[in-house]
Structure formats: C-alpha cells, structure tokens
C-alpha cells in the first residue's frame, strides 16, 4: 500500500534540507529521499566551507542572502553552534563591474566600501593588484560551515516531525490529477500533494523535454599552501578574507576562501570545469588546465601563496541553469504540483535557507516571504 504525504522532497542535499525543514515547520507532512548516504560527497553539498555575501551581480540575490542570515542566526541561537564566520568579502574585478555592484548595494542599504585596486594590499596585506582592478568590500562576507549547516537543518527537520529516508533513490514520479502525484522509489510506493526536486546535477535525468538545457559540470577544487612557514598564520580565518576575483578582460573569475578545510591550505578555485560524463560523474582526473589557472592566479596576485603545486585537489559538480540564475517553483506552468530548487551553480548554498523557505511556501499555496519571481523556470517557457 502507497503512503501519503503533503510534499515529497527529493535530495537531501543543502537545497533540499533546508526545503524540508521549510515544509515541516510550515505543517505539512513531509518526506525527505536521498539517493545516497546522508552527508555523502558525490554531489554539491559536501566539504566545511562556502562563501557567505550580500555582494552579488544582480539584486535580486540580495533578499535571499538576507533571509539566510536571519535564518542562521536563530538556527545558532536555538542549536548553541556556530555556522558561520564573519570575516569580510574581499571581491576584485577588473572593468566596472564593482560599481555596479555597489549600486546594488545601496540600493537595499547594504553598508560596504569601494577601494582602488593598489590600495588592496594596505587592507590585507597577502594580495596584490594593479590599477586595473578595483575592490569592493563587504563586511558581512565570510565563511559558512557547510558540514554544520547540512546536518542542522536535517536534525532540525526531523525533531519537527519530517521523515527522512537515506538509500531510497527515486525512480519515477506521475501526476495523477491535479490533486496527487505518484512516486516510485527503489523501495517503494508514495502518493504526495507536492513534489519537490531538489537533485542538483540529476535534475537532467528528470526533466529531458524542458525548455532548458542544463550542463553539469565537474569543478576541481584546489588547496594551496603559504610559501613559508612564517606566513601561514595569514591564510587562516583571523587573517584571510573570503574573495571573488573577476578578470573580466580574461573571462576568469576565481573564489577563494581561508584555511577552514585543511589546516595551513586557503581553498581557491576557477569556475569553470570538465563536463561530467553520461551517468553524471566525475571525470577520474579534471583537466590540469583548471589547476595551472587558479596557480598562475595566485602566482600574480597572492604572493604568499605557493601556486606552483596544490596541496591537494578536490572535485565537486556545479549545476548551472543556460541564464547562471537558479530554478525555483513549478517546473512548468502545466504542473503546478511539481516544483524545483536547482541550479545553485557556486553560489546556492548561502541562499539554500531562503529558497528551501520560498519553496515549502509555494508548496503550502501561501506567498513567499521573499520575491523569487525572477528565478521562475517559466522564464524559459515558450
Ligand atoms: C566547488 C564549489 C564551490 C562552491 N562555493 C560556493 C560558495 O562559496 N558559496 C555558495 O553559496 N555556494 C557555493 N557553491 C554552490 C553550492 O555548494 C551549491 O549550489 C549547492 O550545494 C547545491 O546544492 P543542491 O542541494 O542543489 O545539490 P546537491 O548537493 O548535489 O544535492 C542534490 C541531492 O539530490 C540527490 N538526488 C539526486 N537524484 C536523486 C534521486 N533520484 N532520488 C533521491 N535523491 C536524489 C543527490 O544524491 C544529492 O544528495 C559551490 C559549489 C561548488 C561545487
């Protein structure tokens, strides 16, 4: 006999957690499926650090990271934990794409500073840049703690109630009427009023004859040493800022973050990659081009870093929507019961609490605490 739910979430990685967590809080009765085991790192949510901003391209990112940020802070006010670290956002670029984020900024009242490139170094002393580029600086960026955040919002999720079951891939979904949909797992049979995916890079096994088309791709995430030992104290968490780089004449852009992962290593990584393969993994090696990149890139502009040689090489997938913005609602305007969170390329784990949130909102029929409107899939809708 099939058991019913009032939303099924599918993933468990941080969009889906947070969405649960979201659904259950709201009273409906959910079930999370994951794959995999909980916490495992063949998708985009594992490792202990993201970069947490309210500096983004386009404003309407702005909302979400705030609602995150209020999120978090009742989360460690309830829990006795810290999930994130201020330290400050470093983002350089080249071009005017710094003014143009400060106008953002000011725009929804978000304090921060713009300084010329060359004056970067007297701030923090392990960077270095020419008048070519120029800095913003944004005091609420830091580091979050993507292993904690993962896990609190599961434990959360389930000390209200919701259900959790690891190992159990979903195979199919059909929609019924426009009242139930019906999901096939490797163990079982569900009837759901909502479903919601939330299946990072699978998402292209789920939906081939959408209007868009997604193409996953396999990052190699770099750690570096300091040069010397005297200088590894400026690489930690007390020193080092969490930093965008953009050179827009080179079409480059990296993200670098402190030690918190391996001790006396920062994390720094080009944003772009190899595409994954037929099944969706890795490939067994990424192309050494993504790590001489990130190397030259320090060699130029972190001179304490040794980018000769990483420390080690890590891989993580990046699911990029064809416009870089996220999926979040209804797949199409046809499925009103079928929703997706998707897409959060590098930068949806700081909004996963906001989204997990506008998602369980639209799964209840209320109006979303924040406007995601700008990142419906019907925008790809013919
Ligand atoms: C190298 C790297 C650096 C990043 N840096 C930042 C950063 O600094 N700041 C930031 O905010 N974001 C960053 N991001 C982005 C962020 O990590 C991702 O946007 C986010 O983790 C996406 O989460 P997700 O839940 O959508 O996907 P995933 O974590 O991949 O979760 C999807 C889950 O769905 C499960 N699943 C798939 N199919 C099924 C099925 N059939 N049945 C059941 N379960 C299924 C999978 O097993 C998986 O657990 C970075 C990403 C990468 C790769």
């Given at each position: ?40 790192s063949n998708g985009s949510?594992h490792g202990?650090s993201r ?150 890079c ?14 996953p791709i396999s990052l190699a995430v770099c750690y570096w040493n ?19 780089a ?6 480059e852009y990296y993200f670098a973050l402190?030690?918190?992962d391996y001790?006396?290593a920062i994390k720094l990584v080009l944003d772009d990659g190899d595409a994954l393969s037929?099944?969706l993994s890795h490939p067994e090696k990424n192309n050494q081009d993504f790590v001489d990149r990130p190397g030259n890139f320090i ?6 870093v040794d980018g000769t040689k990483p420390y080690k090489v890590d891989q993580c997938k990046y699911t990029n ?24 390329s590098g ?36």
């Amino acid at each position: 006999m099939s058991k019913h739910y009032d939303v099924i979430v599918v993933g468990a990685g941080i969009f889906g957690s947070c969405t649960a967590y979201h659904c259950q809080r709201l009273g409906l009765r959910t079930l999370l499926l994951e794959q995999f085991n909980l916490g495992h790192s063949n998708g985009s949510s594992h490792g202990k650090s993201r970069i947490i901003r309210y500096a983004h391209t386009e404003p309407e990112y702005v909302p979400l990271v705030g609602d995150s940020y209020t999120q978090i802070e009742e989360l460690e006010e309830k829990r006795g934990e810290k999930l994130w670290n201020k330290l400050g956002l470093l983002w350089a670029a080249t071009g005017n794409q710094v003014q143009s984020i400060s106008g953002h900024l000011t725009k929804h009242n978000i304090e921060h500073e713009v300084i010329p490139g060359t004056k970067i170094t007297e701030r923090y002393p392990q960077f270095k840049f020419d008048e070519k580029w120029t800095g913003l600086i944004d005091p609420m960026g830091g580091v979050i703690y993507a292993n904690k955040w993962l896990s609190a919002f599961q434990d959360e999720f389930k000390s209200l109630g919701g259900t959790i079951h690891e190992n159990e891939p979903v195979i199919s979904h059909a929609e019924n009427d426009n009242t139930s949909v019906n999901v096939t797992t490797k163990n079982g049979h569900y009837t759901t009023k909502k479903i919601i995916f939330t299946v990072g890079c699978w998402i292209t096994k789920f939906f081939p004859n959408v209007n868009f088309e997604i193409k996953p791709i396999s990052l190699a995430v770099c750690y570096w040493n300091a040069k010397e030992e005297s200088d590894k104290h400026l690489l930690d968490e007390k020193h080092f800022p969490v930093v965008i780089a953009k050179n827009l004449e080179k079409k480059e852009y990296y993200f670098a973050l402190p030690d918190t992962d391996y001790p006396g290593a920062i994390k720094l990584v080009l944003d772009d990659g190899d595409a994954l393969s037929g099944d969706l993994s890795h490939p067994e090696k990424n192309n050494q081009d993504f790590v001489d990149r990130p190397g030259n890139f320090i060699s130029e502009h972190i001179p304490v870093v040794d980018g000769t040689k990483p420390y080690k090489v890590d891989q993580c997938k990046y699911t990029n929507s064809p416009d870089h913005h996220y999926l979040i609602g209804p797949v199409s305007s046809k499925t009103p019961n079928v929703l997706v969170g998707g897409c959060g390329s590098g930068s949806g784990f700081k909004t996963a609490p906001g989204i997990g949130r506008a998602l369980a909102e639209m799964a209840a029929g209320k109006q979303t605490t924040v406007d995601v409107s700008f990142f419906s899939p019907s925008r790809f809708e013919k």
